[in-house]
């Protein structure tokens, strides 16, 4: 019987009463199979020092191996076991299988589920973590909202006709934790001969050099090259929240809760990935930390270590051990790399040229005056009105024919909206130029805002919303 912070854990059942070749010939069939059934006893996340109440869970073991490669049937705490041995030192003689590897065996129909994190600095308008479900997957994913996420695991389904037999119905992958999952087996028969076809395709998909490393081009992708990263801005936290669980560790959940409350601030200027940047506590710097980035075997390794000169020794010591605990930061880079959880990323922005631009003569309206002044009342008033030289006014002018409505305010769906003879729907966006000088150039910033408008509004010219929205308002 072991100890641990775990609780009590018993080894109650050893081995496996199992015909090796099970009535196959033995090409067809496992080399190796064995296992283990344990028991562990732990108070409830629940109970109080001295409470009497204890939960007591049995977690089977099985281990499979098909000439080079293995398989691990275990506890979620077991997993984590073997991935900090896989990526210790000295270097055991076994490794992961690689995600492109994995991506390519697996992935082979249509995508169903999608887990994504984000490479992007925490913002309130960009979810740090999405979970997406539908039926193609593939075609669901948006250029410009998800160019900074990474896959982190997906679900798809099998096709039929291919070299699947035992595994049907869908199938999971969890790349950088080498895991493969799909529903419950019927029988041990059964999940012995889904891990056999695992292992072979497996094993086929590395033979025929198969590997997939993009299944989805437009999410940002996995990267070893350490060498174009350049120029640190950020590091951002992951959440105490993000980490509890029953197998969480106590210790991790502190360290992210004291990150949390922490200055991690990157200095500017630093060449390369290495990095470093002013540590400290409840809103004071004390010192220094520097970071060491290197790449070893099939992880990004961030080495934190103290700066010289810290002016409260104790509270940047208390930074760095939490810094050094597991993967619990992400650090941006201005090249457009990000760090996380042991991997390397490149968000890749993709581009979608403007091929209809049509330019307009505004000649007797001030193109630096966007609507009247006054209220949103006012506004509405004097919008055409004679006299309205504002782009409101060119709106009202320029789209004479129709329907035309103006809701300029909060909570608009644009500052104007036009339903043409012919049917046409269009949501109108307005930003006036900061200058009327001839030789202006397009304002980046200015269009970035109009964009933005555009895309986050663009869902009410969806069909179902627009039927169900009952009598149409009535134009101003």
């Known amino acids: 019987m072991l100890s641990s912070r775990a609780g009590e854990v018993a080894i109650v059942a050893q081995g496996i009463d199992d015909d090796a070749v099970d009535g196959q010939d033995r090409d067809e069939s ?14 409830p996340g629940w109970a109080t020092r001295d409470s009497p109440y204890v939960d007591v869970i049995f ?16 506890s979620s705490a077991i997993q984590e076991s073997l991935l900090n041995w896989l990526d210790g030192e000295p270097a055991p003689p076994l490794r992961l299988v690689p995600p492109g590897i994995l991506n ?3 992935l082979r129909g249509r995508t169903r589920s999608l887990w994504l994190h984000g490479t992007h600095p925490h913002r309130s308008t960009k979810a740090d973590t999405k979970s997406i479900s539908g039926t193609d997957l593939g075609d669901a994913l948006n250029p410009f909202e998800d160019s900074t996420y990474a896959m982190k695991a997906a679900r798809s389904t099998v096709p039929d006709g291919g070299p699947f037999k035992a595994i049907t119905g869908v199938v999971g992958i969890t790349l950088r934790k080498g895991l493969v999952w799909i529903s419950a087996t019927d029988s041990y028969s059964t999940f012995k001969r889904v891990v056999l076809e695992a292992l072979d395709l497996v094993e086929a998909t590395i033979a025929a050099h198969g590997g997939l490393d993009r299944p989805y081009p437009l999410l940002a992708a ?5 060498l174009s990263v350049q120029s640190a801005y950020e590091v951002s936290v992951i959440g ?7 197998d969480a560790d106590p210790d991790v959940v502190a360290a992210a809760e004291l990150l949390e409350r922490a200055i991690l601030d990157v200095r500017p200027g630093s060449a390369g990935a290495d990095f470093v940047m002013d540590v400290g506590l409840n809103g004071s710097v004390a010192g220094a930390v520097q970071c060491t980035v290197k790449k070893v075997r099939r992880k990004v390794l961030l080495t934190f270590g103290w700066a010289p000169g810290p002016t409260s020794p104790d509270v940047v010591r208390q930074v760095v051990d939490a ?5 619990l930061v992400t650090v941006h880079y201005l090249s457009g790399h990000s760090i996380h959880d042991g991997a390397l990323y490149r968000s890749v922005i993709p581009t979608a040229p403007f091929r209809r631009w049509q330019f307009e003569d505004f000649d007797g309206f001030d193109v630096t005056c966007e609507k009247p002044p006054g209220s949103h009342a006012d506004i509405h008033r004097l919008v055409g009105s004679v006299g309205d ?16 409505t103006c809701d300029d305010g909060p909570g608009e769906v644009a500052d104007f909206v036009h339903l043409a003879d012919d049917g046409t729907l269009s949501l109108i966006h307005v930003k006036a130029a900061k200058t009327d000088h001839p030789a202006r150039k397009v304002s980046a910033s200015a269009y970035e805002i ?11 010219l969806d069909t179902d919303p627009l039927l169900s929205s009952g009598d149409p308002a009535v134009p101003h």
């Open 240 to 246: 105490a929240g993000d980490l509890v669980g029953p």
């Open 30 to 43: 496992l080399d190796y199979v064995d296992g283990l059934l344990y028991r562990q006893a732990k108070p």
């Open 389 to 404: 030289t504002s782009l409101f006014g060119w709106v009202v002018r320029t789209y004479h024919e129709g329907w035309l």
């Open 104 to 106: 390519g065996t697996f």
């Open 323 to 327: 810094l050094q605990k597991r993967d």
């Open 59 to 74: 977690e089977l073991v099985l281990y499979a191996r098909r000439r080079r490669l293995i398989a691990v049937h275990c």
């Open 222 to 226: 996995e990267t070893d090259d350490l």
């Open 450 to 460: 109009v964009q933005g408008q555009a895309t986050k509004n663009v869902q009410f």
